[in-house]
């Protein structure tokens, strides 16, 4: 049986690692290189997602969260716990009470796969870890998930995957889809094959791959960029959640490869996917948002770089962070359409596509252990 997998992102990687475990004759498409795209512009979190709980997606979360402990598990290497501290001022717009119980439920939600539950910290005892300012600061916590280098766990989910059989053919743009029979044609500008069955996974890139090739769908992607700065100098060894007092959002200030993450924005993306960047409204924005709460102020020359990638979620809102970080899989005979995934999730979500492909062949078929390729990082 051949299978055509379209996309090298991590979910695109995920699903072809899954199907050769499976014993399937799987070949991966990628337009550019693999993971250089939304999976290696992410905010570098394994997580369940704390400020989810507040739009009641507890069945998100809780995958996630056992998604990261398996993680943790075995990739110790890559993954690693974070500590993550919460300050709360007196005009943040979540009360400690409010945090507080979002943290109770994310520890009974990680259950014995816990990294360490979460605990309350005086003003003083986070002026101590933390350059924050001091006026209006209430108190706040600490709470662990877990961090990667995105890039390196996607290409390590590539290297598993041909590990066990797959083919990959990176810098190969699948530019037609259409059936013949019982068979998918997969157009490239250097000819054409013939797979059995064609799983979509082109993140972002879905609405676009979709309407190109006709194919009918119940679901469509909403476009929503992420910008984040990467400053030139670490601000603290642990990570930060801080509310942005104006519009409620949430954003990370983390502890990255000796510089620190800042970010992130959510703004609806209109234009190209590729080339996407941080524009200069997000640039202030995290700049000011950050100011608020630190004793040392940060100004563009404290900015090593930036970079942006477009999440693909599944929906419509005009609030983008109301928008579901779930995914869904949707099988049409031959086809099994992938819309949305966290990077965290990419396990769960390739084990349930190929649940849906062993359903069409009318087999199921156990995948040989996840056991990763070696790691070169
Ligand atoms: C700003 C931001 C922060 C995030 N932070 C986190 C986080 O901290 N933790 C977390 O778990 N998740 C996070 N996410 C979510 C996560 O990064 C994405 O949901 C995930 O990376 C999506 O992976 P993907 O494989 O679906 O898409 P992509 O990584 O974009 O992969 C799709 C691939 O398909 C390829 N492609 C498209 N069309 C074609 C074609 N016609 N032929 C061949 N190839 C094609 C593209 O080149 C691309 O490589 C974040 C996302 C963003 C944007």
């Known amino acids: 049986m051949r299978l055509a997998v379209i996309g090298g992102g991590i979910n695109g990687a995920g699903i072809a690692w899954e199907l050769a475990r499976r014993d399937y004759d799987v070949t991966l498409f990628e337009k550019g290189r693999c993971g250089a795209q939304t999976s290696s512009a992410t905010t570098k979190m394994i997580h369940g997602g ?25 990739l110790p290497s890559l993954v690693k716990p974070i500590e993550i501290l ?16 979002g943290l109770t439920l994310y520890d009974l939600l990680a259950g014995r796969n816990n990294i360490a539950p979460h605990r309350s910290l005086s003003a003083d005892e986070l002026i101590e870890r933390l350059p924050l300012a001091r006026a209006g600061l209430r108190g706040g916590f600490t709470y662990f998930d877990a961090q990667v280098d995105d890039y390196a766990l996607a290409r390590l989910v590539v290297d598993s995957a041909i590990h066990e059989g797959a ?21 490239r500008a250097s000819g054409e094959e013939r797979f059995d069955f064609v799983v979509n996974a082109a993140g972002p890139w879905m609405n676009a791959l979709l309407s190109e090739n006709r194919i009918r769908s ?12 990467v400053l030139k100098h670490r601000v603290a060894e642990a990570g930060m959640l801080l509310q ?3 519009d ?12 620190t993450l800042v970010g992130t924005t959510e703004i609806m993306h209109s234009g190209s996917l590729e080339h996407v960047s941080a524009t200069e409204a997000e640039i202030d924005y995290l700049i000011a948002r950050f100011n608020r709460y630190v004793r040392d102020p940060i ?3 404290d900015i090593a770089s930036t970079f942006a990638g477009v999440r693909p979620l599944v929906g419509r809102s005009t609030n983008p962070s109301a928008l579901a970080r779930d995914y869904r899989l949707e099988r049409r005979g031959n086809l099994l359409n992938v819309f949305g995934g966290k990077m965290t999730t990419f396990r769960s979500l390739a084990e349930k596509a190929g649940m849906r492909v062993d359903n069409y062949f009318g087999r199921v078929r156990t995948a040989r252990p996840a056991t990763f390729a070696v790691i070169n990082v």
């Open 218 to 229: 119940r679901y469509r992607l909403s476009l929503v960029r992420g910008s984040h700065l």
């Open 248 to 259: 409620r959002r949430v954003f990370f200030v983390l502890p990255w490869k000796g510089t």
């Open 86 to 101: 919460l300050p709360v001022y007196g005009d943040s717009p979540r009360s400690r009470f409010t945090i507080r119980a």
């Open 244 to 246: 942005s007092v104006s």
């Open 50 to 74: 704390i400020r989810y709980l507040e739009r009641l997606h507890f069945g998100l979360v809780r995958e996630s969260l056992r998604d990261r402990a398996w993680l943790l598990e075995h």
């Open 167 to 187: 083919t990959v053919r990176e810098v190969t743009r699948v530019i037609s889809l259409r059936r013949s029979g019982k068979e998918w044609i997969v157009g």
């Open 299 to 301: 100004g563009r020359d």
